[in-house]
């Protein structure tokens, strides 16, 4: 691989070299606009030559060509000009304004083409070069900082891992509120990625697209963008096409390779000062670190003692000189590497076109074993069956294999054994016995050695995805035509999940077989009349019609306990357990898009669609969802364009979409009986389940159906602003939207004691409200030097209107504490927790009362009002700004992207104090008086603290007594703090773990060379270096904070122990032949 | 060449409008493709009965309710983290759920339904009721001991839209406990009955034990009411032992197998935390008990150590095969809790008999435990030796390792006599469970507002 990759960079080199035969002459001229008026940086260029030149402020230039050759003028928002070089040695020009520069086609909902010019509402598309540099396997990370109004989290920087997106916040409470993505035409299954709070982090379905093949992708954001899509509109659309063939004049072959390096990025700082054990003793095994200090151990050499190779720890000078260190638990990450080579060739005629293509992936992850591979092939291709009707076909097949690592809350995973090790274990000297045990620093209980979870348990997944459409195109007359569109999203997941007979999540051994299969199904027609009804009045009336199905079934196997260590087999256990479910519905729907337009000026809009959906009750299947839309171009009202404005839009648009119930929520059920303790259990929490005694038993389903549901709602209204400047090179785009969600559909928790856990309703409402903007800047541009500069900011407010009745909070992931919720009128998806006692003023409590049981000079918990709201994870703002500058051949873009405002839940350094390994945890020293008192002779001055807050305590009846008077008492979080109310084990409140999660960070970073026409054989090309997350600055102390303990789940904010995120640097090549 | 073309437009038009056609809205949009086809509309009470039973021996006397209390009975020692914590006396709402929500949807609710079926006109089957009736009593005086009031009257009734039921006292509570074993009794008498019991794996369907708890049970909640009622607790308890079980064959236990561990074997393979407590492994020690070594295994130097309260020392025994191991039955009444109650009723009635009652009680414990009758032991440290009720409640707090019982025992005779931790959270043990987060925030217009030290009704 290497020897070929040099090999091709110096023939590359070779060919660089560029002789030109020419009799040139000097050329010279002025460039003027339509009203005479003199063109400053107009680029001219000599038509198959790199020879070029600019306009000067006056509108002059010179430039050396030979008669006979072409000079190509351009500049934005003017036409392109071409003028052949004749005898004579003066060329002027006079352009012609544009009005189609200005008309960017973009694609909207149910694959209707349409002039950005005249749209009513907000669309923004990604460049699709853009996305195809970044080194993300996942196209969805690629989006991350590319626009506003999106909100993207990815899990953790392990390969595969998943990612979360939503737009413009959430319409859902406990259902996805993720948007729809399309594909040509071809509505795909985006799910899985959610992993709960242990187990292993998979993928989201969005990872099966070759980012290579995306042709264009424009992202549909509020309700009147996507109100054609009627019950899957409400969370937005990414509507992605992909590469064809058409325009191109001759065969096209791309080559496109790239290496990269993942590293880890941030990780908790430890402390590196004391041992293992309890109490200032040495104890192996112990659970902690607040034993000695290792300066003062050695080792004793003993090697009946096996946990340690060197024998146990004693104190200096009894033992044999050899002395205790400190051993860095990081080591245990690695480099990842990843390999990515894409291939694709195209063409096309009058009479049709293709593009085939491959890609090939493979990826490992930070952590040992980890690792992702993709290999995809895809034919487009279409033809002219007579001269008005075009048959096409698209057709991708994907293969994604990856093996996941044990995460999270899990004595598995592989954080919390590592981040728990004693500073004075050394993980890395082995971590399996010669009989098979385990050698972890539990002495064999406890956590697993990140070594053994990473070589002896291995989630593997595979998934072999057939996505495939056809469509077909009749232009019965200049008015009328007809697209038939239909095609499926076939996909197989199959995993197993292993563990080595010792791990600790199952000590007897473990094996889970799953197998699933998914099916989405989608017919859409289309025909569409279209009247230029006067020179200036248009109009287009579309009718069209719907079908969908969607269906997933899963079969499931385990068996705990293996009989014959390290053969992973169904029937080596005794143990087994197997379930199965459907899900299936299928919806239907006829619509109407009727659109006019008067005078390039004012652009009307009405959508309308009625759905039937198979999951709601027979009197409730059907709802009608409409849309009306307004952009007015006012910058065409008389004389208003000029130099400086050159064009403006106002936009105006309101809808209603919608959602519906997941399939069966009308009816109840039994089901097979199984439960937990919340304590023990599978990766389900499941403790308990059937055959039990060779029986088999049903429960009747905790969640209560319900036959009266109906269709949610939601009500979108959008006003905004498209404003360009300078001849279009400022463009601002200003857009405020709200969204008011009601009758949202959800599981309702109810108390227990009515003998269920949920009663399906039309129960909630939610309202997003907010701003966007998005400024396009071209300050630069001359000859050789480019400087465009794109920024986007967004705030949003999404608050939580109502719950159902009674019901002012609902669960939606996390622990027992601290959990997030839905809770009324708080932004969705509060961290709910456990607080300090405060005063009425909100002051934290330091207790004064030496007579109860809480410490002196320290605050305390207040269980007794259990938990509150303790923080959010969403941003007060977003902004991110990806700066391209070019000179010459070379470019250079980064984004910068900036979160303000949210906290997470730091759950890993709560627990971290309690082991004594956190790096607060240092500065424990302390000594006292007999009576209680800190000697603060002998304790380090360095290690008092005044924790912040007021004295006070808790009275008799448990009411507040506060002082008002600010604490001064100095304390030491010693050992006893820690391990009580300094960590969440010790029974210390939740908000005491809650950080700020801002960040600026480099996202991405591409530096790229673009090689220019290389003889016959090579048409161009691209060298590139492409960066992603180089440098971040947060105040959060552990891992990046852009992670979720449960992966794609509407409950972020959560880390417990979540693996950790990368910085990528990748290396490319993109060849065209 | 003209023609041809509008040949193939009419033919595409044709075949794209019978496809329109053919799939019509109402086929596509059939009502039956949202049935479920992997769950059942209905089951048999045989196929529900099991699952009530397993989740009342992993859940009832499992984990979230037997090993924070045994913490605090110093049977265990909470060495590490949340348990640790429970050990301060230090719990709160969140931790509740887990013991309380299973009673109501998983044991209750089902049980209520096999209560319904057992009553279909035509199958009449009185067995599957009275099974039903003791189970559900089993289930509610648990957890009326734990929990004080708790809803019943209006519980389980979600299907008919109380989503959120008011609370009866424990009082009432006792009154339907008592209730709804005397319906068993005569129900499990009842000798027209259609469908047997089937699907029972506490006593397969053996009417004459399922009798036989039901009045052992009765007898469990008449002694408790000793404080409140007095003699008549003694009298009614003595009445009902007189009908109830013979012999440790008629144990009420739920079973547990290697695909189904016993809940306390999972956290201690899972989680590890506890410890055996110090104060029952010294009262072990004293007398060289032979449950010893069922009860507790030996730590890495070869001794049975307690880990001191608050002490934190991992290096403890662990909990033994008897109360953990991982095929460790879970114990819903046993015969010898019968007897110690037996002998407690007539030595405060200051009958004759509770010497004899005691000395069964021990020799059914020891049976038990070690399956042996360690005859020489008993003679040496139990028989003849003249009962008090301190020797009494210590062997029934012994006996009831692993059991909800010592908690309930203790708050009702102040027995044993145990020392509050040092770094405890509040003045004295823990005298009930709190209410579940759930109920707080799902039922907040009926769960009753009380602390960690507010009686429950029969301690009052």
Redesign the interface.
């Known amino acids: 691989m290497k020897t070929n990759l040099s090999g091709i960079l110096t023939l590359l080199l070779a060919f660089v070299v560029h002789i030109s035969f020419a009799q040139e002459k000097t050329i010279s001229g002025m460039v003027s606009d339509q009203s005479g008026l003199p063109l400053p940086g107009v680029n001219i260029v000599v038509v198959g030559t790199t020879n070029g030149t600019q306009t000067d402020f006056d509108g002059n230039y010179t430039i050396k060509a030979s008669e006979g050759q072409t000079l190509l003028f351009t500049y934005i928002g003017q036409k392109e000009t071409r003028k052949k070089v004749g005898a004579g040695n003066s060329i002027n020009v006079q352009m012609e304004d544009d009005a189609q520069a200005l008309d960017e086609v973009v694609v909207t909902a149910v694959g209707i083409t349409r002039s950005q010019k005249g749209l009513g509402y907000n669309v923004q598309t990604v460049e699709a070069e853009a996305i195809s540099v970044k080194p993300n396997a996942d196209l969805v990370n690629s989006l991350s900082g590319a626009t506003s109004g999106v909100q993207i989290v990815s899990a953790s920087g392990e390969a595969g891992a998943s990612t979360f997106i939503t737009i413009r916040g959430s319409s859902s409470i406990t259902g996805n509120n993720q948007p729809l993505f399309i594909v040509n035409g071809q509505p795909i299954d985006t799910g899985g990625g959610d992993s709960g709070t242990g187990g292993v982090n998979t993928s989201n379905r969005t990872i099966d697209i070759n980012p290579d093949d995306i042709a264009s992708l424009s992202v549909l954001k509020g309700g009147a963008a996507t109100a054609l899509y009627g019950v899957r509109a409400a969370n937005g659309a990414i509507i992605i096409t992909t590469k064809s063939g058409k325009n191109l004049t001759e065969r096209r072959i791309e080559f496109h390779t790239s290496i990269g390096v993942d590293v880890v990025s941030h990780l908790p700082a430890r402390q590196k000062k004391y041992a293992q054990g309890?109490n200032g003793a040495w104890i192996g095994?112990?659970?902690d670190s607040w034993g000695p200090e290792i300066s003062s151990l050695e080792y004793d050499g003993d090697t009946s003692y096996r946990w340690d190779p060197n024998g146990s720890l004693v104190p200096k000078g009894t033992g044999n000189g050899t002395p205790a260190q400190y051993y860095d638990p990081y080591d245990f990450f690695e480099n990842g590497y990843q390999l990515n080579n894409r291939f694709s060739i195209s063409n096309g005629t009058e009479q049709g076109d293709y593009y085939f293509s491959m890609s090939n992936l493979e990826q490992t992850g930070i952590i040992p074993n980890n690792t992702y591979g993709r290999t995809t092939v895809r034919l487009n291709g279409s033809t002219k069956?007579?001269?008005?009707?075009t048959f096409g076909a698209n057709m991708a097949y994907t293969n994604s294999r990856s093996v996941q690592i044990q995460k999270g809350s899990n004595?598995s995973g592989i954080m919390l054994g590592l981040l728990r090790t004693a500073a004075s274990f050394d993980n890395s000297a082995g971590y399996e016995f010669a009989d098979g045990t385990q050698r972890n620093y539990r002495n064999g209980?406890?956590y697993d050695n990140p070594y053994w979870t990473a070589n002896n348990i291995a989630y593997e997944e595979d998934v072999n995805r057939f996505t495939g459409n056809i469509n077909?195109n009749?232009q019965?007359t200049d008015e009328l035509s007809?697209v038939?569109n239909t095609g499926i999203d076939w996909y197989n997941t199959k995993y197993t999940d292993k563990f080595k007979i010792g791990s600790?999540?199952q000590?007897g051994g473990y094996l889970g077989e799953y197998m699933d299969f998914n099916s989405v199904f989608n017919s859409d027609?289309l025909l569409t009349y279209r009247k230029d009804i006067s020179d200036k009045f248009n109009m287009s009336a579309t009718i069209g019609?719907n079908?969908f199905s969607d269906y997933n079934k899963y079969l499931f196997g385990d068996a705990?306990?293996l009989e014959i260590p390290d053969f992973y087999q169904l029937n080596n256990s005794?143990?087994?357990?197997t379930s199965?479910?459907?899900a299936?519905?299928?919806?239907?729907a006829v619509f109407a898009d009727l659109q006019f337009s008067y005078d390039d000026m004012i652009f009307l809009g009405f959508t309308g669609r009625n759905d039937?959906?198979?999951?709601m009750p027979?009197q409730n299947?059907s709802a009608f969802y409409p849309s009306a839309s307004l952009g007015f171009v006012f910058s065409e009202i008389g004389d208003l364009k000029s130099d400086f404005f050159s064009f403006g839009k106002l936009r105006a648009s309101a809808a209603r979409t919608a959602n519906i119930a997941p399939?069966?929520s009308?009816?109840?059920?039994?089901?097979a009986?199984d439960?937990?303790?919340?304590?023990?259990?599978d990766d389900n929490g499941i403790?308990?389940?059937?055959?039990?005694?060779g029986?088999?038993?049903?429960?009747?389903?905790?969640d209560?159906g319900n036959a009266d549901l109906k269709h949610e709602t939601q009500d979108t209204w959008e006003v905004g602003a498209d404003l360009r400047f300078f001849k279009s090179r400022l463009g601002v785009d200003f857009t405020y939207f709200k969204n008011v969600n009601t009758d949202l559909l959800m599981p309702v928790?109810?108390?227990?004691?009515?003998?269920?856990?949920s009663?399906f309703l039309n129960a909630a409402s939610m309202e997003a409200k907010g701003i966007e903007i998005s400024v396009n800047a071209t300050p630069i541009r001359t000859e050789n030097f480019t400087w465009d500069l794109v920024a986007n900011y967004t705030q949003f407010t999404n608050i939580v209107t109502a719950l159902a009745d009674?019901?002012?909070?609902v669960f939606l992931g996390g622990f027992?504490?601290p959990q997030v919720r839905a809770v009324v009128g708080e932004e969705y998806r509060s961290i709910f927790g456990?607080d300090w006692y405060r005063d009425a003023n909100g002051n934290v409590l330091i207790n004064d009362d030496p007579t109860d049981?809480?410490r002196d000079g320290y605050p305390m918990n207040n269980?007794?009002q259990?938990?509150v709201p303790i923080g959010n994870f969403n941003p007060d703002w977003t902004a991110n700004i990806t700066n391209s500058i070019s000179y010459k051949n070379l470019s250079l873009s980064f984004l910068i992207d900036i979160k303000k405002g949210g906290v997470m839940y730091n759950g890993t350094a709560f627990a971290m104090n309690?082991f004594g390994v956190s790096k607060r945890t240092e500065k424990r020293e302390v000594y006292y008086n007999t009576d209680g008192s800190i000697n603060f002779d002998t304790t380090p001055a360095e290690n008092l603290v005044v924790m912040d807050g007021v004295y006070g305590h808790v009275g008799a009846d448990?009411e507040v007594v506060s002082s008002g008077v600010a604490n001064v008492t100095p304390v030491v979080q010693d050992q006893e703090w820690f391990?009580g109310q300094g960590s969440n084990?010790?029974?210390g409140p939740s908000i005491a773990a809650m950080e700020p999660a801002d960040w600026v960070r480099l996202r991405d970073l591409t530096f790229a060379y673009n090689l220019p026409e290389i003889g016959d054989v090579i048409k161009g090309g691209q060298i590139y270096f492409s960066g992603r997350n180089l440098w971040i600055d947060t105040p959060y102390s552990g891992i990046d904070p852009e992670t979720n303990l449960g992966g794609a789940t509407n409950a972020q904010g959560m880390d417990y122990f979540n693996s950790p995120g990368t910085r990528s640097y990748t290396l490319g090549l993109k060849l065209t032949f | 060449m003209k023609k041809n073309r509008n040949i193939t437009y009419k033919g595409l038009v044709l075949i794209l409008s019978v496809f329109v056609l053919t799939i019509s809205c109402e086929k596509w949009n059939d009502s039956d493709i949202n049935i479920d086809p992997d769950k059942p509309s209905d089951v048999s009470m045989s196929l529900i009965l099991p699952g009530v039973q397993q989740s009342m021996g992993f859940n009832l006397v499992g984990n979230n309710t037997v090993r924070t209390n045994n913490i605090w009975m110093q049977i265990f020692e909470g060495v590490d983290r949340q348990s640790f914590t429970e050990g301060r006396y230090q719990i709160t709402a969140a931790d509740t759920g887990n013991g309380f929500e299973p009673m109501y949807t998983e044991m209750m609710m089902n049980l209520g339904i096999i209560i319904d079926k057992a009553n279909d006109e035509g199958v009449e089957s009185p067995h599957f009721e009275g099974v039903a009736e003791v189970l559900m009593a089993t289930t509610l005086g648990i957890g009326t001991d734990l929990f004080g009031d708790m809803p019943y009257t209006e519980a389980f009734k979600g299907g008919e839209l109380i989503y959120s039921p008011v609370y009866d006292t424990q009082e009432s509570l006792y009154g339907t406990v008592n209730t709804l074993l005397n319906q068993a009794i005569v129900n499990l008498n009842n000798a027209t009955n259609v469908i047997d019991v089937e699907g029972d794996v506490i006593y397969d369907g053996d009417i004459d034990k399922w009798i036989k708890a039901a009045n052992s049970i009765k007898a469990r909640h008449a002694i408790q009411l000793s404080a409140k009622n007095g003699n008549a607790a003694y009298t009614a308890a003595l009445a009902a032992v007189a009908n109830g079980f013979t012999s440790n064959d008629d144990d009420m236990l739920v079973p547990w197998e290697e695909a189904n561990k016993n809940p306390i074997y999972q956290f201690m393979d899972e989680r590890t935390d506890i410890r055996m407590g110090a104060y029952l492994i010294d009262l072990l020690l004293a007398t060289d008990d032979p449950r010893l070594p069922f009860y507790a295994e030996k730590d890495d130097d070869g001794n049975y150590i307690g880990s001191a309260l608050r002490a934190q020392n991992a290096k403890a025994s662990h909990p033994g095969s008897n109360l953990a191991g991982s095929d460790a039955p879970t114990k819903l009444m046993t015969f010898s809790e019968l007897k110690f109650i037996e002998a407690e009723a007539r030595l405060g009635l200051g009958q004759a008999g509770a010497q004899e009652a005691y000395e069964e009680a021990v020799a059914a414990s020891v049976l038990r435990v070690t399956g042996d009758a360690n005859t020489a032991w008993l003679d040496a440290n139990i028989n003849g030796d003249p009962v008090t009720l301190a020797k009494l409640m210590i062997q029934k707090y012994i006996d009831g390792a692993a059991t909800n019982q010592p908690y309930a025992d203790y708050r009702r005779t102040g027995l044993p006599t145990l020392t509050l931790a040092s770094d405890a959270v509040l003045s004295e043990i823990p005298l009930r469970f709190p209410y579940p987060q759930s109920e707080l925030d799902y039922n907040s217009q009926n769960v009753p507002s009380v602390t960690l030290l507010t009686k429950v009704w029969w301690d009052q």
């Open positions: 309890q095994g112990n659970a069956i007579s001269d008005k009707i004595v209980g406890g077909l009749v019965f007809l038939y600790r999540a000590t027609i019609n079908f705990t306990g005794s143990a087994n357990t199965t479910a459907t299936n519905y299928r919806t239907s039937w959906a198979t999951t027979q299947k399939a069966y009308t009816s109840n059920y039994y089901e009986a439960g937990g303790d919340g304590w023990t259990g403790s308990y389940r059937f055959p039990y005694q029986q088999t038993a049903f429960f009747v389903d905790d209560l928790p109810i108390a227990a004691t009515s003998g269920f856990n009663v009674g019901v002012d909070n027992t504490v456990e049981s809480f269980t007794a259990g938990l309690k448990g391990q084990f010790g029974g």
